[in-house]
């Protein structure tokens, strides 16, 4: 079985500071796919990334960035300069195949301050 | 940019109806997903549904939970008997096949059970 670890369950920053968004994963197959995705307090859900296995390459998007470490089974996300607008909760996914069903953490609700 | 459409928003019933949520997913998608998020929670899967039949389901997708594709565009979940417990957002999700980006969510049906 699956399992998507958040061990943050909140953050307080002030605005402008970076924060980084832990999530630490477990799976027994070789090829699966991690997801972030952002829940602003309206409710719906964001997607933010995709990333597959075989791709450990980090990525940035401007001022998000992500930490693949499949040697710690782990997929960090990182808010940069953090703005009011980033708060919200943001949840961790995995799915072992493309069509396969995501199993989600916990979520890690951040709150930027002004 | 396509979209995931959801009805309705919010759905107040009383313990014993029957509720019907509706999903329009995106026209080319051919993977369909509810998923639920009790106030607070993480979001879990519920069912995955796929050339017109259930491909996976959840230990919560119980009896009482059933879905339907009933006219090519629509893909509805139905409750039979709402309990207090069933107080949740329902989201619906699609992909398309071999999809790259992931899954689409629908804005979610905050449902409200009294």
């Known amino acids: 079985a699956q399992k998507v670890t958040q061990a943050q369950t909140e953050i307080s920053v002030v605005e402008k500071e970076d924060v980084t968004l832990d999530c630490v994963y477990e799976?027994?197959?070789?090829?699966?796919?991690l997801f972030w995705y952002k829940q602003p307090p309206s409710g719906e859900l964001v997607f933010l990334i995709r990333r597959n296995s075989f791709d450990e390459q980090n990525e940035i998007s401007g001022r998000y960035s992500w930490n693949f470490q499949k040697s710690t089974s782990s997929f960090n996300f990182t808010i940069t300069a953090s703005q009011v607008v980033d708060s919200a909760v943001y949840f961790c996914a995995l799915s072992i195949t493309a069509g396969n069903k995501l199993t989600f953490g916990g979520g890690t609700r951040v709150l930027v301050k002004p | 940019e396509p979209e995931v459409t959801q009805t309705p928003s919010h759905q107040v019933t009383q313990m014993g109806q029957e509720v019907i949520l509706r999903c329009v997913p995106i026209?080319?998608?051919?993977?369909f997903y509810w998923y639920r998020q009790i106030l607070g929670q993480k979001v879990e899967f519920l069912v995955s549904?796929?050339?017109?039949?259930?491909?996976?389901k959840s230990e919560i997708f119980d009896d009482q939970f059933s879905v339907e594709r009933p006219d090519g565009s629509n893909f509805t979940l139905k409750i039979r008997s709402t309990k207090l417990e069933d107080s949740a957002m329902y989201f619906c999700a699609s992909r398309e096949q071999g999809a790259v980006y992931g899954y689409t969510f629908g804005s979610g049906t905050r449902l409200t059970v009294v």
């Open positions: 026209s080319n998608h051919l993977y």
């Open positions: 799976t027994r197959d070789t090829t699966y796919y």
């Open positions: 549904f796929y050339n017109n039949e259930i491909s996976e």
